[in-house]
């Protein structure tokens, strides 16, 4: 958490203050699935050492494009260079989306967009989203 503050003071809220638009690839809400969820170390008390540490810096808005776990691992065989989760059984890929899910669900920041969807209809969803 140490690394994110850092990153978060040196390099988002300056950018923000200038009046940019920042866009992570993961962030918060990773943490609060991966972590607290998949790993079973328990989402609330994630989420608790976040407001903690990080002063409960989150992001206006999130993405969240969901897949099947079987979209997910067809789309991991056809990737060039892999990682420790490509490997992994596909009920891990469905406990991270149930954990997405959950931390979503009636939470105005996220807007879920099915990853299925064409390139322009995700980019389009996106820039209505943002009003850009």
Not at 45 to 69: A, C, G, R, V
């Amino acid at each position: 958490m140490a690394a994110r503050l850092n990153h978060i003071n040196k390099v988002i809220k300056p950018a923000l203050k200038a009046g940019k638009i920042v866009i992570s690839d993961r962030f918060a809400d990773s943490t609060f699935v991966y972590q607290g969820f998949v790993n079973n170390y328990g989402m609330q008390k994630t989420i608790s050492l976040h407001k903690i540490f990080l002063d409960n810096f989150l992001p206006q808005k999130t993405f969240l494009f969901l897949l099947s776990p079987k979209q997910i691992n067809k789309r991991l065989q056809n990737r060039k260079i892999s990682n420790k989760y490509d490997k992994i059984n596909p009920s891990f890929h469905a406990k991270v989306i149930k954990g997405y899910k959950k931390l979503s669900n009636n939470n105005k920041r996220f807007c879920i967009i099915k990853g299925d969807n064409s390139i322009k209809y995700i980019h389009d969803k996106i820039v209505k989203e943002l009003n850009i």
